[in-house]
Nanobody, 129 residues
Framework: QVQLVESGGGLVQAGGSLRLSCAAS????????????MGWFRQAPGKEREFVAA????????AYEESVKGRFTISRDNAKNTVYLQMNSLKPEDTAVYYC??????????????????WGQGTQVTVSS
């Protein structure tokens, strides 16, 4: 079993920044955090959960949702079993619960929820105008 715990959410004014962290613990047989693809998703009130960003095990392959390109940066520290989402130039439309997720099977970052095996509980990000 793999457990994911997000942190770093909060209330910020438009134009501000936040850094989310997702710490992984536990493990799947034969696999460690350094082999997982990690992703960030978000769900705004009244909307479906959507893809935000994902990163391959090495960090060499990264994908972003179009609306966050140039503002958000995903990164990982395999020594700390942690993935990060640096969010700059935040907008009110970025308000959502942000979830991290782990894909233990594939090597390349995916955008679809069914690709991911484990999910965190989420952290609230609220951007005021």
């Amino acid at each position: 079993q793999v457990q994911l715990v997000e942190s770093g959410g909060g209330l910020v004014q438009a134009g501000g920044s936040l850094r989310l962290s997702c710490a992984a613990s536990g493990r799947s047989p034969g696999r460690t955090f350094s082999t997982y693809v990690m992703g960030w998703f978000r769900q705004a009130p009244g909307k479906e959960r959507e893809f935000v960003a994902a990163i391959s095990w090495s960090g060499g392959s990264i994908a972003y949702e179009e609306s966050v390109k140039g503002r958000f940066t995903i990164s990982r520290d395999n020594a700390k079993n942690t993935v990060y989402l640096q969010m700059n130039s935040l907008k009110p439309e970025d308000t959502a619960v942000y979830y991290c997720a782990a894909d233990l099977t594939r090597g390349q970052p995916g955008r679809r929820e069914p690709l991911y095996d484990y999910w965190g509980q989420g952290t609230q990000v609220t951007v005021s105008s």
